[in-house]
């Protein structure tokens, strides 16, 4: 669904009633990522991720499997679908990633709870999450920090952030183009000393990345 098409207030309507239907049934549910990181910049969201504690299998019978998309299922993401005006939401497991082998994606993930899915993350601005109920931001990375000193920093070692999704480098200097924010210095240096690795990244990720 392109995003030129949503309205910003139906979409941030709905993201709020998919987190309120998932906590009704007793569940964590928070916004996350993304939408959390262009809210506190003073950015108005159109796409919006929900993280939870419900598993895949739970948010699509609550949601029904006619609003429903699971191809991300094996990966703890769930598409709950909306309106052409509010988009869809993608509804994701806390999870934490298993081994990277191919310098793209992990060969499984693990459900957890929400600060092992935060330190998972690549960066910390985008390591936010967002409780639209209470209007409370939840911070177990330092992101607040950083967004408000407009830094771009990787979370945990760099270089294994880097060495797990080679295109993060290129992320990295996307945001921090797209932001003005200079990248933190052990980012910086990870990123000089892995960027050859980024011949292995498919034309095809390099253009969508």
Same mark, same amino acid.
């Given at each position: 669904?392109?995003?030129?098409h949503?309205?910003p207030? &139906?979409?941030r309507?709905?993201?709020? %009633?998919?987190?309120?239907k ?6 964590? &549910?928070?916004?996350a990522?993304?939408? /959390?990181?262009?809210?506190l910049?003073?950015?108005?969201? /159109? *796409? ?6 419900a598993h ?13 998309i699971a191809?991300g ?16 939401? %993608? ?5 934490? *990633?298993?081994e ?5 994606r992990?060969?499984g993930?693990?459900?957890?709870d929400a600060?092992?899915d &935060? #330190?998972?993350? *690549?960066?910390?601005i985008n390591g #936010?999450f967002?409780?639209p109920?209470e209007e409370?931001?939840v911070?177990? /990375?330092?992101?607040?920090r950083? #967004?408000?000193e ?12 880097f060495?797990?999704?080679?295109l ?7 945001f921090s183009a ?13 990123i000089?000393?892995?960027a ?14």
């Open positions: 669904m392109p995003l030129s949503i309205d207030i &139906a979409a309507m709905f993201a709020v %009633e998919v987190v309120k998932l906590r009704q049934q007793g569940y964590e &549910a928070v916004w990522g993304g939408c /959390v990181r262009d809210q910049s003073g950015r108005v969201p /159109v *796409d919006y991720d929900v993280a939870t504690s895949p299998d739970s948010v699509r019978e609550l949601f029904g499997r006619r609003h429903t191809i299922a094996a990966f703890g993401v769930i598409t709950v679908i909306g309106s052409k005006a509010s988009g869809n939401v %993608e509804v994701a497991t806390y999870r934490s *990633d298993a990277y082998v191919d310098g793209r992990p060969v993930v693990t459900f957890c600060q092992e &935060a #330190l998972r993350r *690549d960066f910390t #936010l967002f409780d109920v409370v931001v911070d177990y /990375v330092g992101g607040q950083d #967004l408000d407009g830094i771009i920093r990787a979370i945990g070692d760099p270089s294994m952030r060495g797990e999704d080679h993060r480098m290129l992320r990295a200097v996307r797209n932001f003005a924010f200079p990248l933190e210095s052990h980012t910086r240096d990870a000089d000393l892995l050859h690795q980024l011949v292995l990244v498919s034309p095809e990720r390099l253009t969508a990345g």
